[in-house]
C-alpha cells in the first residue's frame, strides 16, 4: 500500500507550521556584517605588495613556478602527453 501526501505551501509557511524560528532577520544582519568586513579587506589590500609575496623574484619567480607547474603536470600524467609522437594511430 502507498500512501501519497502533497503539500503545496511557501517555506515561511512550512517553517511557522513546524514550530520554527523566522531567522530572515538575523541572516540579513549577518550578511550585512559580513559585507562590511569583505568590504574593508579588500579596501586594504595593497596590489604591489600582494604581487612582491606571491612573486618575490619578480619575472624569475613567476618563471620559476610556472616551471613547477609543468613538472608537476607532466609527473601527474605519467609521461609525453597525447599527440607527441610514438603511436601508429589508427
Known sequence: ???????????????????????TAAHAAMAKGLEARIADAVGSIDPEALLKAWLPGGLKG??????????????AGGGAPKGSGGGGGG
Not at 500512501?3 to 523566522?22: L, N, Q, S, W, Y
Not at 613567476?62 to 609527473?75: T, V
Open 1 to 23: 500500500m502507498k500512501v501519497k501526501i502533497e503539500i503545496d505551501c511557501t517555506p515561511e509557511e512550512a517553517r511557522a507550521f513546524c514550530g520554527m524560528p523566522d531567522l
Open 62 to 75: 613567476f618563471e620559476s613556478m610556472q616551471q613547477a607547474f609543468w613538472e608537476g603536470f607532466g609527473q
